[in-house]
């Protein structure tokens, strides 16, 4: 079990990766431990407007200060999200999620990128894939997040899920 505090720092990937035509979203955390810091790796992908999260990866970082670990991520950058994406299967979904200290940041910063992306042009498709990619994310509060990246009402997102449960 993972006993870890988060310090105030989240450092996104700034730019979009792109793999034989499949664009990807990446995130990484810096997380104080008690041995010193440790990183979460996150990528997103979307295939033909399915949301998927397509990899992870844990790195500690050694350093005395957290501006020497955000340091060694940036260096870090390029190695870590080659390798996850060189197992990368073609739209596997992950089976493992982030710790529950992030979850619902992490989740909100892959959600909020593709619904700014303007890839998702109508209210539905938009919901639909949010929706998907948090489920994959495993996070408890969808409803709220959801209604906080969509800007509606929490209870219209509630009667969103009620009717695609009921539609199958």
Excluded at 3 to 32: R, Y
Excluded at 76 to 103: C, E, F, M
Excluded at 137 to 166: C, G, M, P
């Amino acid at each position: 079990m993972r006993n870890k505090t988060t310090e105030v720092v989240a450092v996104d990937v700034p730019e979009i990766i792109n793999l034989g035509g499949d664009s990807f979203f990446a995130t990484v955390e810096i997380i104080k431990t008690d041995g010193g810091y440790s990183t979460e790796w996150w990528v997103s992908g979307n295939f033909e407007g399915e949301l998927l999260v397509v990899g992870s990866l844990c790195v500690p970082v050694w350093g005395e200060t957290l501006e020497d670990a955000s340091k060694k991520v940036v260096h870090l950058r390029k190695a870590v999200l080659d390798l996850i994406l060189s197992v990368y299967d073609g739209g596997a979904k992950v089976h493992s999620t982030p710790a529950k200290s992030l979850k619902f940041e992490i989740a909100r910063r892959h959600i909020t990128y593709y619904v700014d992306s303007g890839l998702f042009v109508g209210a539905k498709d938009r919901f639909v894939a949010a929706y998907s990619l948090a489920q994959q994310f495993r996070v408890k509060e969808i409803a709220q997040l959801l209604s906080d990246i969509l800007n509606v009402n929490v209870r219209t997102v509630h009667d969103w899920i009620y009717q695609a449960r009921h539609r199958g």
